[in-house]
């Protein structure tokens, strides 16, 4: 056979093999990766990503954020591009569900810190993939089958404008909120599910019901979106955020804001989750891209974004602020599940919520 026949063969079968590849699922593809010792697993891996070309994810982080990631993996893999999708809030649920239902996905990773993508899971919208990096997180950060991971998360804080608020003052528990002196001086996010969820568990269906509704008689203010919550905390049009995330009241307080987050324990994590598309069109750029993301040259970056991550050899500022602490991850399978009902239940309670 001469050797025009045997590269005419070659480019053949390379120009078929992403056909091929469709007629298999996404599970199947990427759990023949599992079967691989590791040196050809990637070597695997990265050979059908740069046939794939591209990795395609949907995101709830935000630009600023996300572009050091995509940034990062490109200038690894230069073979792969990486293209992110920015979704505000719960947008990014109904997009992945609605293209569910039209039976057309076109996303291959999707990042997201709202918990209700958990009952979209449930539906079929996501691929088990074992990235071998998941050993390297901490405990409570993925699920057994390989659906979820667990990034990173930020921690959930009541901050407080340090010119408006003196120490002396600071609210040390939850109950603390519901003081007089915080009457029409408390800020909140409209879309808190994750929070409310959370206090739920802690305190209890009935308990917490009763704090919630005394809470909504405070007269909150609602603002949403927690990082220009916490920006107008900072300018001095609130005195205290009921709920927001730590990372942003680090940074902002670095910049000059005078902001802190009140000693109020225990502090709870609000972890953000990757998984990947049922149908992705690019299966093995998607699983490459997830395993820079948990790898710890991926995590480290998400540290430079001010995030808390996951890995357990990587600290960051958050981590080292709150060694020693109560801190807690709740049981986010829970919230995820009933966060349409949680969020409901949200907006009754806080009619302000809106």
């Known amino acids: 056979m001469t050797r025009a026949i ?175 002196r915080w009457k029409n001086k408390l800020v909140m996010d409209s879309q808190s599910y994750v929070w409310f969820g959370t206090m739920m568990q802690f305190l209890g269906e009935e308990n917490g019901l009763r704090f919630m509704k005394r809470l909504n008689e405070q007269n909150l203010q609602h603002s949403r979106g927690r990082r220009l919550m916490t920006q107008l905390l900072a300018a001095g049009e609130h005195e205290i955020a009921v709920e927001t995330n730590l990372n942003s009241v680090l940074s902002l307080s670095k910049q000059g804001a005078p902001l802190s987050f009140a000693p109020i324990q225990p502090y709870f994590l609000s972890p953000s989750l990757m998984f990947m598309s049922a149908n992705a069109s690019h299966p093995f750029a998607g699983a490459l891209f997830s395993d820079y993301l948990l790898s710890e040259e991926g995590q480290k970056i998400i540290v430079t974004t001010n995030r808390m991550p996951a890995h357990l050899k990587v600290k960051s500022p958050e981590s080292q602020l709150l060694e020693g602490q109560d801190v807690r991850m709740p049981d986010i399978f829970d919230i995820g599940k009933r966060y349409q009902a949680i969020g409901n239940r949200y907006r009754e309670i806080f009619p302000g919520a809106r």
Do not use: C
């Open 6 to 180: 045997v590269s005419a063969i070659i480019a053949a079968n390379l120009l078929f093999l992403p056909l091929k590849l469709q007629a298999q699922s996404t599970d199947t593809k990427l759990a023949a990766l599992e079967k691989l010792a590791p040196a050809e697993r990637q070597h695997r891996l990265l050979d059908s990503a740069k046939l794939e070309g591209e990795a395609l994810i949907y995101a709830n982080m935000d630009v600023t954020a996300m572009k050091p990631l995509t940034d990062g993996f490109m200038k690894k893999y230069p073979a792969v591009k990486a293209t992110s999708v920015h979704f505000s809030g719960a947008a990014i649920i109904t997009r992945i569900e609605s293209e569910s239902r039209a039976g057309k996905p076109f996303s291959d990773v999707v990042l997201s810190g709202q918990l209700g993508v958990l009952a979209a899971i449930e539906k079929g919208i996501a691929a088990r993939y074992r990235s071998p990096e998941r050993e390297t997180l901490r405990d409570g950060f993925k699920d057994k089958d390989g659906l979820w991971t667990a990034y990173m998360t930020n921690v959930m804080v009541s901050a407080y404008n340090t010119r408006l608020v003196k120490k002396e003052e600071l609210p040390r528990s939850v109950d603390d909120l519901l003081k007089p």
